[in-house]
Protein backbone atom coordinates (compact mmCIF):
# COMPACT_ATOMS: atom_id res chain seq x y z
CA UNK A 1 0.00 0.00 0.00
CA UNK A 2 1.75 3.27 -1.03
CA UNK A 3 -0.43 6.69 0.08
CA UNK A 4 1.23 10.06 0.39
CA UNK A 5 -0.19 10.42 4.18
CA UNK A 6 -0.48 7.86 6.83
CA UNK A 7 -2.98 8.66 9.92
CA UNK A 8 -2.89 6.80 13.06
CA UNK A 9 -5.26 6.34 15.98
CA UNK A 10 -2.63 6.29 19.26
CA UNK A 11 -4.39 3.47 21.91
CA UNK A 12 -3.50 -0.13 20.95
CA UNK A 13 -2.36 1.05 17.51
CA UNK A 14 0.72 2.53 18.10
CA UNK A 15 0.85 2.33 21.91
CA UNK A 16 0.09 -0.24 24.49
CA UNK A 17 -1.58 2.52 27.13
CA UNK A 18 -4.17 -0.39 28.22
CA UNK A 19 -2.15 -0.35 31.81
CA UNK A 20 -2.12 3.08 32.27
CA UNK A 21 -5.85 3.52 31.39
CA UNK A 22 -6.78 0.40 33.48
CA UNK A 23 -5.44 2.11 36.48
CA UNK A 24 -6.83 5.67 36.16
CA UNK A 25 -10.20 4.19 35.79
CA UNK A 26 -10.22 2.01 38.65
CA UNK A 27 -8.86 4.60 40.80
CA UNK A 28 -11.84 6.64 40.24
CA UNK A 29 -14.14 3.84 40.19
CA UNK A 30 -12.97 2.26 43.08
CA UNK A 31 -13.20 5.63 45.11
CA UNK A 32 -16.97 5.92 43.92
CA UNK A 33 -17.86 2.54 45.07
CA UNK A 34 -17.68 0.67 41.75
CA UNK A 35 -14.84 -2.13 42.53
CA UNK A 36 -16.43 -4.89 40.37
CA UNK A 37 -16.01 -3.65 36.95
CA UNK A 38 -13.44 -6.02 35.49
CA UNK A 39 -10.20 -4.84 33.52
CA UNK A 40 -11.62 -6.36 30.20
CA UNK A 41 -14.43 -3.82 30.53
CA UNK A 42 -12.22 -1.06 30.85
CA UNK A 43 -10.28 -2.11 28.33
CA UNK A 44 -13.51 -3.03 25.70
CA UNK A 45 -13.96 0.89 26.26
CA UNK A 46 -10.70 2.15 25.14
CA UNK A 47 -11.04 4.57 22.16
CA UNK A 48 -13.73 5.87 23.17
CA UNK A 49 -14.41 9.46 25.16
CA UNK A 50 -13.73 9.68 28.67
CA UNK A 51 -17.88 10.23 29.00
CA UNK A 52 -19.16 7.12 26.92
CA UNK A 53 -16.25 5.05 28.77
CA UNK A 54 -17.90 6.23 32.25
CA UNK A 55 -21.50 5.78 31.38
CA UNK A 56 -20.57 2.40 29.78
CA UNK A 57 -18.78 0.88 32.84
CA UNK A 58 -21.24 2.77 35.67
CA UNK A 59 -24.59 3.20 33.97
CA UNK A 60 -24.97 6.39 35.13
CA UNK A 61 -26.30 8.97 32.59
CA UNK A 62 -25.96 12.30 34.38
CA UNK A 63 -23.61 14.65 32.64
CA UNK A 64 -22.75 16.58 35.35
CA UNK A 65 -21.23 13.24 37.43
CA UNK A 66 -19.87 11.78 34.19
CA UNK A 67 -18.08 15.23 33.96
CA UNK A 68 -17.00 15.35 37.65
CA UNK A 69 -15.46 11.56 36.76
CA UNK A 70 -13.61 12.94 33.69
CA UNK A 71 -11.71 15.44 36.00
CA UNK A 72 -11.06 13.25 38.24
CA UNK A 73 -9.90 11.08 35.69
CA UNK A 74 -7.90 13.67 34.29
CA UNK A 75 -5.81 13.75 37.82
CA UNK A 76 -5.03 10.28 37.78
CA UNK A 77 -3.46 10.22 34.16
CA UNK A 78 -1.22 13.08 34.91
CA UNK A 79 0.24 10.59 37.73
CA UNK A 80 0.15 7.58 35.97
CA UNK A 81 -0.69 7.22 32.07
CA UNK A 82 2.51 8.66 30.56
CA UNK A 83 4.72 6.29 32.63
CA UNK A 84 2.91 2.78 32.02
CA UNK A 85 2.18 3.97 28.59
CA UNK A 86 4.71 2.20 26.03
CA UNK A 87 5.18 1.63 22.38
CA UNK A 88 4.61 -1.18 19.88
CA UNK A 89 7.76 -2.86 19.26
CA UNK A 90 7.36 -2.08 15.00
CA UNK A 91 6.10 1.56 16.32
CA UNK A 92 9.13 3.99 15.84
CA UNK A 93 10.43 1.30 12.91
CA UNK A 94 7.47 2.16 10.85
CA UNK A 95 7.16 5.20 11.33
CA UNK A 96 10.20 6.34 10.66
CA UNK A 97 10.25 4.27 7.34
CA UNK A 98 7.26 6.23 5.96
CA UNK A 99 9.21 9.43 7.05
CA UNK A 100 11.95 8.53 4.81
CA UNK A 101 9.52 7.82 1.90
CA UNK A 102 8.72 11.08 2.01
CA UNK A 103 4.96 10.36 3.41
CA UNK A 104 3.18 12.37 5.99
CA UNK A 105 3.00 11.21 8.76
CA UNK A 106 0.09 12.28 11.53
CA UNK A 107 -2.25 11.06 14.83
CA UNK A 108 -5.67 10.89 15.20
CA UNK A 109 -7.02 10.35 18.40
CA UNK A 110 -9.43 10.93 21.92
CA UNK A 111 -6.71 11.39 23.94
CA UNK A 112 -5.33 14.61 24.68
CA UNK A 113 -2.47 16.17 22.74
CA UNK A 114 -0.39 16.93 25.40
CA UNK A 115 -0.60 13.39 26.36
CA UNK A 116 0.48 12.27 23.12
CA UNK A 117 3.66 14.87 22.89
CA UNK A 118 4.24 13.69 26.07
CA UNK A 119 5.23 10.33 25.62
CA UNK A 120 6.23 10.67 21.63
CA UNK A 121 8.75 13.62 22.06
CA UNK A 122 10.90 11.40 24.16
CA UNK A 123 11.55 9.05 21.17
CA UNK A 124 10.81 11.65 18.43
CA UNK A 125 12.31 14.69 17.45
CA UNK A 126 9.42 17.44 18.34
CA UNK A 127 8.76 18.09 14.28
CA UNK A 128 8.08 14.54 13.27
CA UNK A 129 4.59 14.44 13.10
CA UNK A 130 3.30 16.69 10.49
CA UNK A 131 0.04 17.00 12.22
CA UNK A 132 -1.44 15.75 15.72
CA UNK A 133 -5.66 15.91 16.46
CA UNK A 134 -6.24 15.13 20.29
CA UNK A 135 -9.49 15.10 21.95
CA UNK A 136 -8.96 19.07 22.92
CA UNK A 137 -8.88 19.72 19.22
CA UNK A 138 -12.82 18.54 18.40
CA UNK A 139 -15.84 19.30 19.52
CA UNK A 140 -17.14 15.65 18.23
CA UNK A 141 -15.42 12.91 19.12
CA UNK A 142 -14.96 9.31 17.05
CA UNK A 143 -16.87 7.67 15.36
CA UNK A 144 -17.49 11.46 14.03
CA UNK A 145 -14.77 12.27 10.95
CA UNK A 146 -14.20 15.92 12.34
CA UNK A 147 -10.97 15.18 13.93
CA UNK A 148 -10.38 13.51 10.25
CA UNK A 149 -11.55 15.48 8.06
CA UNK A 150 -9.67 18.51 10.29
CA UNK A 151 -5.92 16.95 9.57
CA UNK A 152 -6.84 16.28 5.66
CA UNK A 153 -7.68 19.70 5.42
CA UNK A 154 -4.62 21.28 7.28
CA UNK A 155 -2.26 18.53 5.30
CA UNK A 156 -3.91 19.68 1.76
CA UNK A 157 -3.83 15.94 0.27
CA UNK A 158 -6.82 14.15 -1.73
CA UNK A 159 -8.80 11.52 0.62
CA UNK A 160 -8.22 9.27 -1.82
CA UNK A 161 -4.24 9.73 -1.29
CA UNK A 162 -4.71 8.81 2.69
CA UNK A 163 -4.75 5.47 4.63
CA UNK A 164 -6.39 5.49 8.25
CA UNK A 165 -5.16 3.22 10.68
CA UNK A 166 -6.83 2.14 13.83
CA UNK A 167 -7.42 -0.60 16.00
CA UNK A 168 -11.03 -0.81 16.85
CA UNK A 169 -14.70 -0.78 15.29
CA UNK A 170 -14.92 3.29 16.19
CA UNK A 171 -11.60 3.80 14.15
CA UNK A 172 -13.09 1.65 11.12
CA UNK A 173 -16.69 3.75 11.34
CA UNK A 174 -14.72 7.13 11.12
CA UNK A 175 -12.64 6.18 8.44
CA UNK A 176 -15.93 5.09 6.52
CA UNK A 177 -17.80 8.19 7.52
CA UNK A 178 -14.89 10.03 6.42
CA UNK A 179 -14.44 8.99 2.61
CA UNK A 180 -10.79 7.28 3.57
CA UNK A 181 -9.14 3.86 3.23
CA UNK A 182 -8.74 1.85 5.97
CA UNK A 183 -6.57 -0.64 7.87
CA UNK A 184 -7.18 -2.51 10.73
CA UNK A 185 -4.52 -3.50 13.17
CA UNK A 186 -5.55 -6.31 15.92
CA UNK A 187 -3.33 -5.15 18.56
CA UNK A 188 -6.12 -4.40 20.56
CA UNK A 189 -9.32 -6.17 21.98
CA UNK A 190 -10.92 -5.71 18.68
CA UNK A 191 -11.30 -9.29 16.66
CA UNK A 192 -9.79 -9.57 13.03
CA UNK A 193 -13.31 -10.03 11.77
CA UNK A 194 -14.72 -7.51 13.76
CA UNK A 195 -13.05 -5.46 11.99
CA UNK A 196 -13.47 -7.18 8.15
CA UNK A 197 -17.14 -5.95 8.83
CA UNK A 198 -16.35 -2.57 7.50
CA UNK A 199 -14.62 -1.07 4.66
CA UNK A 200 -10.64 -1.74 4.97
CA UNK A 201 -7.48 -2.73 2.54
CA UNK A 202 -6.12 -4.93 4.98
CA UNK A 203 -6.49 -6.25 8.51
CA UNK A 204 -2.76 -6.59 10.09
CA UNK A 205 -1.54 -8.34 12.79
CA UNK A 206 1.66 -5.92 12.97
CA UNK A 207 2.12 -2.55 11.59
CA UNK A 208 5.12 -3.74 9.99
CA UNK A 209 2.83 -5.06 7.02
CA UNK A 210 2.04 -1.31 6.54
CA UNK A 211 5.88 -1.37 4.75
CA UNK A 212 4.85 -4.43 2.31
CA UNK A 213 7.82 -4.58 -0.07
CA UNK A 214 7.22 -5.59 -3.67
CA UNK A 215 7.92 -9.52 -4.90
CA UNK A 216 10.56 -10.85 -5.78
CA UNK A 217 12.17 -9.91 -9.21
CA UNK A 218 13.42 -12.94 -11.25
CA UNK A 219 16.69 -11.34 -11.75
CA UNK A 220 16.53 -11.95 -7.81
CA UNK A 221 15.28 -15.36 -7.80
CA UNK A 222 18.00 -16.62 -10.85
CA UNK A 223 21.08 -15.04 -8.97
CA UNK A 224 20.01 -16.48 -5.45
CA UNK A 225 19.98 -19.72 -7.32
CA UNK A 226 23.32 -19.33 -8.69
CA UNK A 227 25.07 -18.51 -5.69
CA UNK A 228 23.28 -21.33 -3.71
CA UNK A 229 24.54 -24.08 -6.32
CA UNK A 230 28.07 -22.53 -5.98
CA UNK A 231 27.64 -22.44 -2.08
CA UNK A 232 26.66 -25.81 -2.43
CA UNK A 233 29.15 -26.89 -4.53
CA UNK A 234 32.25 -25.35 -2.65
CA UNK A 235 30.82 -26.54 0.58
CA UNK A 236 30.12 -30.39 0.23
CA UNK A 237 31.76 -32.47 1.04
CA UNK A 238 32.96 -31.02 4.43
CA UNK A 239 35.77 -33.03 4.58
CA UNK A 240 37.77 -31.38 1.59
CA UNK A 241 38.43 -27.97 3.56
CA UNK A 242 35.74 -25.86 2.41
CA UNK A 243 35.97 -21.82 2.33
CA UNK A 244 32.26 -20.91 2.32
CA UNK A 245 32.76 -17.93 0.44
CA UNK A 246 29.93 -18.32 -1.64
CA UNK A 247 27.48 -19.89 1.15
CA UNK A 248 28.66 -16.35 2.74
CA UNK A 249 27.46 -14.41 -0.38
CA UNK A 250 24.59 -16.39 -0.55
CA UNK A 251 23.61 -15.86 3.29
CA UNK A 252 24.08 -11.92 2.94
CA UNK A 253 21.93 -11.50 -0.77
CA UNK A 254 18.99 -13.60 0.96
CA UNK A 255 19.04 -11.45 4.11
CA UNK A 256 19.46 -8.22 1.49
CA UNK A 257 16.59 -9.76 -0.39
CA UNK A 258 14.26 -10.20 2.42
CA UNK A 259 14.87 -7.07 3.68
CA UNK A 260 13.35 -5.55 0.66
CA UNK A 261 11.04 -8.22 -1.01
CA UNK A 262 8.36 -10.13 0.06
CA UNK A 263 9.67 -14.06 -0.87
CA UNK A 264 6.75 -16.09 0.44
CA UNK A 265 3.53 -16.08 -1.27
CA UNK A 266 0.64 -14.30 0.46
CA UNK A 267 -1.15 -17.59 1.84
CA UNK A 268 1.72 -18.70 2.85
CA UNK A 269 2.87 -15.64 4.77
CA UNK A 270 -0.53 -15.71 6.52
CA UNK A 271 -0.62 -19.10 7.27
CA UNK A 272 2.96 -18.44 8.99
CA UNK A 273 1.82 -15.60 10.57
CA UNK A 274 -1.52 -17.20 11.86
CA UNK A 275 0.97 -20.23 13.26
CA UNK A 276 3.62 -17.60 15.09
CA UNK A 277 1.03 -15.59 16.51
CA UNK A 278 1.87 -17.08 20.16
CA UNK A 279 5.23 -16.32 19.71
CA UNK A 280 4.76 -12.92 18.39
CA UNK A 281 2.14 -11.99 21.23
CA UNK A 282 5.11 -13.45 23.94
CA UNK A 283 8.08 -11.58 22.12
CA UNK A 284 5.97 -8.26 22.25
CA UNK A 285 5.37 -9.06 25.93
CA UNK A 286 8.82 -9.31 26.28
CA UNK A 287 10.03 -6.56 24.28
CA UNK A 288 7.58 -4.47 26.75
CA UNK A 289 9.44 -5.73 29.55
CA UNK A 290 12.49 -4.83 28.51
CA UNK A 291 11.63 -1.33 28.21
CA UNK A 292 9.66 -1.01 31.55
CA UNK A 293 12.45 -3.04 33.64
CA UNK A 294 11.63 -3.40 37.50
CA UNK A 295 8.22 -1.78 38.20
CA UNK A 296 8.31 -0.61 41.45
CA UNK A 297 6.12 -2.47 44.11
CA UNK A 298 2.18 -1.32 44.59
CA UNK A 299 2.01 1.17 47.42
CA UNK A 300 0.31 0.08 50.61
CA UNK A 301 -2.85 1.37 51.66
CA UNK A 302 -2.97 -0.64 54.96
CA UNK A 303 -2.14 1.44 58.43
CA UNK A 304 1.10 0.06 59.94
CA UNK A 305 3.45 0.88 63.14
CA UNK A 306 7.23 1.13 62.16
CA UNK A 307 9.24 -1.32 64.44
CA UNK A 308 12.35 1.56 64.63
CA UNK A 309 10.62 4.14 65.79
CA UNK A 310 6.93 3.21 66.49
CA UNK A 311 5.66 5.77 64.12
CA UNK A 312 2.52 5.16 62.62
CA UNK A 313 2.08 5.76 58.47
CA UNK A 314 0.36 4.30 55.54
CA UNK A 315 2.73 3.08 52.96
CA UNK A 316 5.47 0.95 51.68
CA UNK A 317 8.36 2.75 54.40
CA UNK A 318 8.32 5.08 57.13
CA UNK A 319 8.79 8.31 56.25
CA UNK A 320 10.48 9.24 59.63
CA UNK A 321 13.07 6.82 59.41
CA UNK A 322 12.97 5.12 56.50
CA UNK A 323 12.81 1.49 57.51
CA UNK A 324 10.12 -0.96 55.30
CA UNK A 325 7.47 -2.49 56.58
CA UNK A 326 8.52 -6.02 55.70
CA UNK A 327 11.01 -6.30 58.35
CA UNK A 328 11.07 -10.35 58.96
CA UNK A 329 12.73 -12.29 61.42
CA UNK A 330 15.89 -13.92 60.89
CA UNK A 331 15.49 -17.25 59.43
CA UNK A 332 17.83 -20.06 57.92
CA UNK A 333 16.68 -19.60 54.53
CA UNK A 334 18.08 -15.38 55.02
CA UNK A 335 21.83 -16.71 55.79
CA UNK A 336 22.94 -16.59 52.20
CA UNK A 337 21.04 -13.08 51.40
CA UNK A 338 22.63 -11.78 55.37
CA UNK A 339 26.36 -13.12 54.79
CA UNK A 340 26.51 -11.25 51.20
CA UNK A 341 25.04 -8.02 52.29
CA UNK A 342 27.58 -8.20 55.51
CA UNK A 343 31.17 -9.32 53.25
CA UNK A 344 30.39 -7.52 50.16
CA UNK A 345 27.53 -4.93 50.87
CA UNK A 346 25.69 -7.11 48.47
CA UNK A 347 21.74 -6.22 48.44
CA UNK A 348 18.69 -7.01 46.23
CA UNK A 349 19.89 -3.75 43.72
CA UNK A 350 22.64 -5.88 42.73
CA UNK A 351 20.44 -9.00 41.90
CA UNK A 352 18.31 -6.37 39.81
CA UNK A 353 20.98 -5.25 38.49
CA UNK A 354 22.44 -8.77 37.10
CA UNK A 355 19.35 -9.54 35.89
CA UNK A 356 18.54 -6.18 33.61
CA UNK A 357 22.08 -6.59 32.47
CA UNK A 358 21.30 -10.13 30.64
CA UNK A 359 18.58 -8.90 28.92
CA UNK A 360 18.11 -4.98 28.59
CA UNK A 361 21.15 -3.57 29.28
CA UNK A 362 20.21 -0.57 26.91
CA UNK A 363 17.41 0.25 28.24
CA UNK A 364 18.97 0.18 32.43
CA UNK A 365 21.90 2.54 30.99
CA UNK A 366 19.14 4.63 29.85
CA UNK A 367 16.74 4.60 32.59
CA UNK A 368 20.06 5.13 34.75
CA UNK A 369 21.33 7.93 33.60
CA UNK A 370 17.67 9.84 33.36
CA UNK A 371 17.20 9.62 36.91
CA UNK A 372 15.79 6.07 37.60
CA UNK A 373 18.16 4.40 40.12
CA UNK A 374 16.24 2.96 43.06
CA UNK A 375 15.90 -0.45 42.02
CA UNK A 376 19.81 -0.80 40.55
CA UNK A 377 23.23 -0.24 41.77
CA UNK A 378 26.38 2.03 40.85
CA UNK A 379 28.02 1.05 38.11
CA UNK A 380 31.36 1.14 39.53
CA UNK A 381 30.29 -0.82 42.20
CA UNK A 382 28.67 -2.99 40.44
CA UNK A 383 31.95 -3.35 38.31
CA UNK A 384 34.16 -3.78 41.34
CA UNK A 385 31.84 -6.66 42.31
CA UNK A 386 32.05 -8.65 39.87
CA UNK A 387 35.23 -8.77 39.07
CA UNK A 388 36.17 -9.73 42.61
CA UNK A 389 33.77 -12.36 42.15
CA UNK A 390 34.98 -13.41 38.74
CA UNK A 391 38.59 -13.71 40.39
CA UNK A 392 37.11 -16.18 42.81
CA UNK A 393 35.53 -17.90 40.10
CA UNK A 394 38.64 -19.09 38.48
CA UNK A 395 40.06 -20.22 41.76
CA UNK A 396 37.27 -22.52 42.17
CA UNK A 397 37.00 -23.97 38.24
CA UNK A 398 40.21 -23.59 37.08
CA UNK A 399 42.55 -26.02 38.94
CA UNK A 400 45.83 -25.40 40.38
CA UNK A 401 46.84 -22.47 37.97
CA UNK A 402 50.49 -22.72 39.81
CA UNK A 403 50.97 -26.19 38.50
CA UNK A 404 49.96 -25.49 34.92
CA UNK A 405 51.94 -23.10 34.63
CA UNK A 406 54.74 -24.69 35.91
CA UNK A 407 54.10 -27.75 33.55
CA UNK A 408 54.07 -25.01 30.55
CA UNK A 409 57.48 -23.56 32.20
CA UNK A 410 60.59 -24.47 29.34
CA UNK A 411 62.70 -26.41 30.51
CA UNK A 412 66.17 -24.78 30.60
CA UNK A 413 68.96 -25.69 28.44
CA UNK A 414 71.56 -26.18 31.60
CA UNK A 415 69.47 -29.01 32.98
CA UNK A 416 68.37 -30.73 29.08
CA UNK A 417 72.36 -30.78 28.83
CA UNK A 418 73.06 -32.43 31.87
CA UNK A 419 69.97 -35.50 31.62
CA UNK A 420 71.45 -36.12 27.96
CA UNK A 421 74.85 -36.59 29.10
CA UNK A 422 73.60 -38.77 32.29
CA UNK A 423 71.85 -40.93 29.85
CA UNK A 424 74.59 -41.54 27.33
CA UNK A 425 76.73 -42.73 30.20
CA UNK A 426 74.15 -45.05 31.57
CA UNK A 427 73.77 -46.58 28.00
CA UNK A 428 77.34 -46.95 27.48
CA UNK A 429 78.02 -48.41 30.48
CA UNK A 430 74.93 -51.18 29.62
CA UNK A 431 76.87 -51.52 26.57
CA UNK A 432 80.02 -52.62 28.45
CA UNK A 433 78.04 -55.09 30.63
CA UNK A 434 75.74 -56.59 27.54
CA UNK A 435 76.66 -58.87 25.74
CA UNK A 436 73.44 -59.31 23.31
CA UNK A 437 74.14 -57.90 19.96
CA UNK A 438 70.62 -56.56 19.46
CA UNK A 439 70.44 -54.70 22.67
CA UNK A 440 73.82 -52.83 21.80
CA UNK A 441 72.81 -52.43 18.91
CA UNK A 442 69.62 -50.68 19.66
CA UNK A 443 71.31 -48.45 22.46
CA UNK A 444 74.26 -47.22 20.09
CA UNK A 445 70.87 -45.93 18.34
CA UNK A 446 70.16 -44.35 21.36
CA UNK A 447 73.41 -42.75 21.99
CA UNK A 448 73.45 -40.96 18.24
CA UNK A 449 70.42 -39.66 18.82
CA UNK A 450 70.90 -38.04 22.23
CA UNK A 451 74.43 -37.37 20.80
CA UNK A 452 73.07 -35.40 18.04
CA UNK A 453 70.24 -33.65 20.76
CA UNK A 454 73.19 -32.53 22.79
CA UNK A 455 75.22 -31.12 20.03
CA UNK A 456 72.34 -28.85 19.17
CA UNK A 457 72.28 -27.49 22.29
CA UNK A 458 75.89 -27.19 23.14
CA UNK A 459 75.73 -24.86 19.99
CA UNK A 460 72.54 -22.91 20.60
CA UNK A 461 74.47 -22.51 24.14
CA UNK A 462 77.42 -20.97 22.45
CA UNK A 463 75.80 -18.65 21.06
CA UNK A 464 73.02 -17.08 23.44
CA UNK A 465 75.23 -14.30 24.67
CA UNK A 466 74.41 -13.04 20.89
CA UNK A 467 70.72 -13.69 21.00
CA UNK A 468 70.96 -11.90 25.14
CA UNK A 469 72.34 -9.00 24.00
CA UNK A 470 69.74 -9.00 20.48
CA UNK A 471 66.97 -9.14 22.31
CA UNK A 472 68.34 -6.30 25.27
CA UNK A 473 68.89 -4.55 22.00
CA UNK A 474 64.85 -4.90 20.99
CA UNK A 475 63.70 -4.36 24.37
CA UNK A 476 65.07 -0.96 24.88
CA UNK A 477 61.86 0.64 24.31
CA UNK A 478 60.45 -1.56 26.66
CA UNK A 479 62.42 -0.80 29.41
CA UNK A 480 62.79 2.41 29.44
CA UNK A 481 60.60 3.64 31.63
CA UNK A 482 62.06 1.00 34.53
CA UNK A 483 66.11 2.33 33.46
CA UNK A 484 65.47 5.43 32.73
CA UNK A 485 67.26 8.36 34.31
CA UNK A 486 63.45 10.08 34.92
CA UNK A 487 62.64 7.32 36.93
CA UNK A 488 66.10 7.34 38.92
CA UNK A 489 65.42 10.85 39.78
CA UNK A 490 62.23 9.96 41.06
CA UNK A 491 62.86 6.74 43.48
CA UNK A 492 65.87 9.03 44.05
CA UNK A 493 63.01 11.60 45.86
CA UNK A 494 60.36 9.41 46.91
CA UNK A 495 63.60 7.37 48.80
CA UNK A 496 63.42 10.82 51.01
CA UNK A 497 60.52 9.96 52.60
CA UNK A 498 60.25 6.38 53.62
CA UNK A 499 56.33 7.06 53.92
CA UNK A 500 55.95 8.05 49.98
CA UNK A 501 58.61 5.31 49.04
CA UNK A 502 56.19 2.63 51.18
CA UNK A 503 53.38 3.88 49.28
CA UNK A 504 54.57 4.10 45.86
CA UNK A 505 55.61 0.52 46.07
CA UNK A 506 52.79 -0.76 47.59
CA UNK A 507 51.38 1.31 44.38
CA UNK A 508 53.34 -0.52 41.88
CA UNK A 509 52.09 -3.87 43.31
CA UNK A 510 48.95 -3.25 43.41
CA UNK A 511 48.82 -2.05 39.83
CA UNK A 512 51.08 -4.85 38.24
CA UNK A 513 48.51 -7.47 36.98
CA UNK A 514 45.22 -5.65 38.49
CA UNK A 515 42.50 -6.81 36.26
CA UNK A 516 40.11 -3.61 37.94
CA UNK A 517 42.58 -0.96 36.98
CA UNK A 518 43.32 -2.12 33.87
CA UNK A 519 39.26 -2.08 33.19
CA UNK A 520 39.24 1.14 34.80
CA UNK A 521 41.95 2.43 31.89
CA UNK A 522 40.03 1.61 29.25
CA UNK A 523 36.69 2.67 30.55
CA UNK A 524 37.93 6.87 29.24
CA UNK A 525 38.81 5.88 25.61
CA UNK A 526 35.49 3.97 24.93
CA UNK A 527 33.61 6.66 26.63
CA UNK A 528 35.16 9.01 24.41
CA UNK A 529 35.13 7.19 21.26
CA UNK A 530 31.23 6.51 22.21
CA UNK A 531 30.63 9.99 22.70
CA UNK A 532 32.08 11.04 19.40
CA UNK A 533 30.43 8.46 17.44
CA UNK A 534 26.97 8.73 18.47
CA UNK A 535 26.55 12.24 19.59
CA UNK A 536 27.73 14.36 16.88
CA UNK A 537 26.27 17.67 16.66
CA UNK A 538 24.30 16.15 12.65
CA UNK A 539 23.06 13.80 15.48
CA UNK A 540 22.07 15.89 18.57
CA UNK A 541 19.61 17.29 15.79
CA UNK A 542 18.03 14.38 14.91
CA UNK A 543 18.37 12.62 18.11
CA UNK A 544 15.53 13.42 20.63
CA UNK A 545 16.83 14.69 24.37
CA UNK A 546 16.01 10.92 25.88
CA UNK A 547 18.82 9.32 24.01
CA UNK A 548 22.07 12.58 24.52
CA UNK A 549 24.49 11.36 27.15
CA UNK A 550 27.52 13.83 28.83
CA UNK A 551 31.06 12.91 28.76
CA UNK A 552 30.92 11.54 32.21
CA UNK A 553 27.39 9.70 31.81
CA UNK A 554 29.16 7.65 28.95
CA UNK A 555 31.93 6.87 31.27
CA UNK A 556 28.89 5.02 33.55
CA UNK A 557 27.42 3.28 30.27
CA UNK A 558 31.07 1.82 29.76
CA UNK A 559 31.57 0.85 33.48
CA UNK A 560 27.69 -1.18 33.01
CA UNK A 561 28.81 -2.88 30.04
CA UNK A 562 32.33 -3.66 31.41
CA UNK A 563 30.41 -5.40 34.03
CA UNK A 564 28.20 -6.77 31.43
CA UNK A 565 31.46 -8.64 29.95
CA UNK A 566 32.51 -10.08 33.57
CA UNK A 567 28.87 -11.16 34.39
CA UNK A 568 28.64 -13.40 30.74
CA UNK A 569 32.49 -14.58 31.56
CA UNK A 570 31.31 -15.88 35.35
CA UNK A 571 28.34 -17.71 33.72
CA UNK A 572 30.76 -19.28 30.81
CA UNK A 573 33.06 -20.81 33.58
CA UNK A 574 31.32 -23.34 34.61
CA UNK A 575 30.77 -25.01 31.56
CA UNK A 576 34.63 -24.90 30.54
CA UNK A 577 35.11 -21.92 28.73
CA UNK A 578 38.01 -20.81 29.56
CA UNK A 579 40.33 -20.17 26.84
CA UNK A 580 40.32 -16.29 27.42
CA UNK A 581 40.49 -16.41 30.57
CA UNK A 582 43.79 -14.14 30.73
CA UNK A 583 42.14 -11.71 29.03
CA UNK A 584 40.79 -8.62 30.07
CA UNK A 585 37.17 -8.82 29.74
CA UNK A 586 38.00 -12.94 29.63
CA UNK A 587 35.48 -12.96 26.12
CA UNK A 588 36.67 -13.18 22.79
CA UNK A 589 36.68 -9.75 20.36
CA UNK A 590 33.87 -10.27 18.60
CA UNK A 591 31.58 -11.47 20.88
CA UNK A 592 32.82 -8.47 23.06
CA UNK A 593 31.74 -6.58 19.85
CA UNK A 594 28.43 -8.05 19.26
CA UNK A 595 27.51 -7.46 22.69
CA UNK A 596 28.73 -3.78 22.66
CA UNK A 597 26.35 -3.56 19.19
CA UNK A 598 23.49 -4.82 21.01
CA UNK A 599 23.93 -2.70 23.90
CA UNK A 600 24.45 0.67 21.88
CA UNK A 601 21.03 0.14 19.60
CA UNK A 602 19.11 -0.47 22.97
CA UNK A 603 20.17 2.50 24.42
CA UNK A 604 20.60 5.04 21.48
CA UNK A 605 17.11 3.34 20.30
CA UNK A 606 18.58 3.16 16.70
CA UNK A 607 18.72 0.65 14.13
CA UNK A 608 20.53 -2.46 13.57
CA UNK A 609 22.59 -1.19 11.08
CA UNK A 610 22.67 2.21 12.05
CA UNK A 611 23.91 0.97 15.69
CA UNK A 612 26.46 -1.32 14.11
CA UNK A 613 28.55 1.47 12.18
CA UNK A 614 28.40 3.30 15.15
CA UNK A 615 29.62 0.34 17.03
CA UNK A 616 32.96 0.08 14.64
CA UNK A 617 33.50 3.61 14.96
CA UNK A 618 33.59 3.97 18.57
CA UNK A 619 36.61 1.35 18.68
CA UNK A 620 38.38 3.02 15.42
CA UNK A 621 38.17 6.35 17.52
CA UNK A 622 39.11 4.73 21.20
CA UNK A 623 42.07 2.70 19.53
CA UNK A 624 43.40 6.58 17.76
CA UNK A 625 42.83 8.33 21.39
CA UNK A 626 44.96 5.50 22.91
CA UNK A 627 47.68 5.65 20.01
CA UNK A 628 47.85 9.49 20.46
CA UNK A 629 47.85 9.03 24.47
CA UNK A 630 50.52 6.76 24.44
CA UNK A 631 52.88 8.66 21.70
CA UNK A 632 52.32 11.56 24.26
CA UNK A 633 53.00 9.66 26.92
CA UNK A 634 56.22 8.71 25.44
CA UNK A 635 57.08 12.18 24.00
CA UNK A 636 57.15 12.87 27.87
CA UNK A 637 59.36 10.72 28.89
CA UNK A 638 62.08 10.93 26.07
CA UNK A 639 61.77 14.84 26.86
CA UNK A 640 62.70 14.26 30.31
CA UNK A 641 64.88 12.00 29.47
CA UNK A 642 66.98 13.92 27.75
CA UNK A 643 66.26 16.96 29.87
CA UNK A 644 68.05 15.25 32.35
CA UNK A 645 70.86 14.69 30.50
CA UNK A 646 71.51 18.24 29.05
CA UNK A 647 71.75 19.20 32.97
Known amino acids: MSYQAYLFDFDYTLADSSRGIVMCFR ?78 VGIISTKYRFRIHELLDQYLPADFLDIVVGGEDVSRAKPDPEGLLFAIGRLGIKKKHILYI ?43 ELLAPPRISIGQIVLLSLLGMFACAES ?27 ILPTVVRTWLNKQLHPLTVRYRAFHIRQIRGKMPAPLSTQTCTCRNCGHTYTGNFCPRCGQTRGVYRFQLKHAAGNILRSLFRVDGKFGHTLIALLYRPGHLMRGFMQGRRAAYSMPLQTLFLLVAFYLLAMQLVILQPQDRSKEATPMPDSVKIERLQESIVELLEENAQDSD ?23 ADSIAPSLT ?59 VGTYWAFQSRRRLRRHPIQVRFNLMEHFFIQAYIAAQAILLSILCLPVGLTDYADDLFALPWWFLFLLFWWDMRQLYLCSWWDSLKRSALVYVYGSLLFVAVCITLAGIIILGELCLRTL
Open 27 to 104: NVLERHGYADVTDDAIRRTIGKTLEESFSILTGITDADRLADFKQQYRQEADIHMTRNTHLFPETLRVLRALKRRGAR
Open 166 to 208: GDSTVDAETAQAAGVDFAGVTHGVTTADELRRYPHRRIMTTLD
Open 236 to 262: FPLDEDPTFIFLTLFLLYLWKVARCRR
Open 437 to 459: FISRSANNIAIANMQAQLDGLLS
Open 469 to 527: HKETDDNSISSLLNHSRLRQHLSSWLAQSPFLSHVWTLLERWGHGNRTLQIILILPFLA
